[in-house]
């Protein structure tokens, strides 16, 4: 009898013990869960700096590699074993090698009895940023350097010469040009700081491809005449596109200022457009000097310019074709180029096209014979692309 009743009131206890016991993840299995899920990398050392406990992101970051703690970190922990504060370290690698991080910051905490963690977080990002602004800063000043300080050696020719109409006149049609160059340059600033994310663009609106590439050619017109080059356009499409007219004509419009200031006087300059796999392509082709082949990945950059002497001379910013670069991006589409040196360039903007529900994004067709291309020129015969 005793032992069946000590029996019953030991299950019973363990039944009650076990109803008691908390069901899931222990607190320790869910630190370990943040730990290893963590963004940043996390590394627990001892006193005699062997590591406890890390996780992946510790390894990717480089503070853990071959199964041991980064030198630079184990010093640090050392130190900070000895004064109990914490500590800030550089964990960047020392030799930079394919997409690893590039800037890594490391924090050194002191978790008592000799233990201590190193936390690293990836700032390559803001390092990249960072440098791109100073670059940009850089470039901004010297191109804006440039204008001002030709338009103050102007003036005081100008002054100089007061008694002297003609060089008077000569002198102020220089002050004009270069006055005229730096206020596209700010205004070519102004537009892609608002590209870049330091304004909230339009809202969009449906916009018909065939209005883009008349205002754009009309745009072009006096610059085309003043060179002499026959500015051609395709029959009008009634494709639509989504997005901000305003900008889509001003990138338009820098890709025809280019085809046209890189152009020699008498060569052809077309616009087509056309429908291809749900994009819009709108090419812009021209017969003139071509881009070197090292020179085509850089075009788009700011401030680049594959023929700085022409530019100069034409009055290019370098700012152009980064535009358009960020134009189609933030239409959700992109810039392409295709160039050989002495036989020329065409720059394609391809687009998302617009669909009204129920269509299937075939290009509508045309009524009738195509229309005969838009000319815009100062030449009543222009040779045919």
């Known amino acids: 009898m005793v032992g069946v009743v000590a029996g019953f009131l030991i299950s019973r206890s363990r039944r009650r013990r076990e109803a008691r016991r908390p069901t899931g993840p222990t607190i320790a299995e869910l630190l370990l869960r943040l730990v290893r899920s963590s963004n940043n990398g996390l590394l627990v050392l001892n006193r005699f700096g062997d590591m406890v406990l890390h996780n992946k992101r510790a390894e990717t970051l480089g503070l853990v590699k071959d199964n041991r703690a980064d030198t630079r970190a184990r010093k640090a922990a050392e130190q900070v074993v000895e004064t109990d504060e914490e500590l800030e370290i550089d964990l960047s690698p020392l030799e930079a090698r394919g997409r690893q991080p590039a800037a890594v910051l490391g924090e050194v905490r002191p978790l008592g009895d000799g233990f201590t963690v190193i936390e690293a977080v990836d700032h390559s990002e803001a390092a990249r940023l960072e440098a791109v602004r100073r670059d940009f800063v850089a470039n901004v000043s010297h191109e804006l350097k440039t204008p001002v300080g030709a338009i103050a050696l102007l003036t005081e020719a100008v002054l100089d010469a007061a008694d002297d109409v003609d060089e008077v006149r000569r002198f102020g049609g220089k002050i004009l040009h270069e006055s005229t160059r ?194 815009v020129s100062s030449r009543e015969q222009g040779g045919k692309q």
């Open 182 to 375: 730096l206020g596209t340059l700010v205004t070519e600033l102004i537009a892609l700081s608002r590209l870049q994310g330091a304004e909230r663009l339009p809202d969009l609106n449906v916009v018909e491809v065939d209005a883009v590439i008349r205002e754009a050619l009309g745009r072009t017109k006096l610059s085309a005449e003043s060179a002499d080059i026959n500015v051609t356009a395709d029959a009008p499409s009634g494709l639509l596109i989504e997005g901000d007219r305003t900008l889509l004509v001003t990138a338009l419009s820098n890709l025809l200022e280019n085809a046209v200031a890189y152009s020699s006087a008498g060569s052809p300059v077309s616009v087509s457009r056309k429908l291809t796999d749900g994009m819009v392509e709108i090419a812009v082709t021209d017969r003139g000097i071509g881009i070197a082949e090292e020179d085509q990945k850089r075009v788009f950059e700011r401030f680049y310019r594959a023929d700085k002497a022409r530019s100069r001379a034409t009055g290019g910013t370098g700012l152009g074709l980064a535009i358009v670069k960020h134009v189609a991006a933030n239409h959700g589409g992109e810039v392409k180029l295709w160039s050989m040196q002495g036989t020329g360039s065409t720059f394609t903007l391809r687009l998302p096209v617009y669909q009204r529900s129920g269509e299937n994004g075939n290009a509508p067709e045309q009524d009738g014979e195509r229309m005969s291309p838009l000319v």
